[in-house]
């Protein structure tokens, strides 16, 4: 089984914010999952919902702020084995394109 979830762990603060984000992803290594960071947040995929509970709980935990906010969205579809890029995929193939545009693009 794989779980997918999307994690957003910040301080709550003023001013920059890549720092503490960065202490909280590299937590993410002390696990067996693999992620992907953007701009909005990690998608993160584990074998296992313990496992990615584990590295969230060390994700939020690495952030050292008086206040931390994290979000966390799961996707534990239990019944057919799917990664995050197999998800993207699927979208892929129903436009019939890849799934991103540059507003620059015409």
């Known amino acids: ?40 947040g990690t998608v993160i995929e584990a074998d296992d919902i313990e ?16 206040r931390v906010s994290t979000f966390l969205k799961i996707d534990d579809k239990r019944t057919v084995e799917m990664t995050a890029q197999e998800k993207v995929s699927a979208v892929e193939a129903e436009l019939g394109r890849p799934a991103k545009r540059d507003r620059d693009e015409e």
């Open 51 to 66: 496992t990615l509970l584990a590295a969230v709980g060390d994700a939020h935990t690495a952030v050292d702020a008086d």
């Open 1 to 40: 089984m794989t779980v997918v979830a999307l994690l957003s762990v910040a301080p709550v603060k003023e001013g920059g914010m890549a720092a503490d984000v960065a202490d909280a992803v590299a937590a993410l290594d002390n696990h067996d999952v693999s992620y992907e960071t953007n701009p909005m």
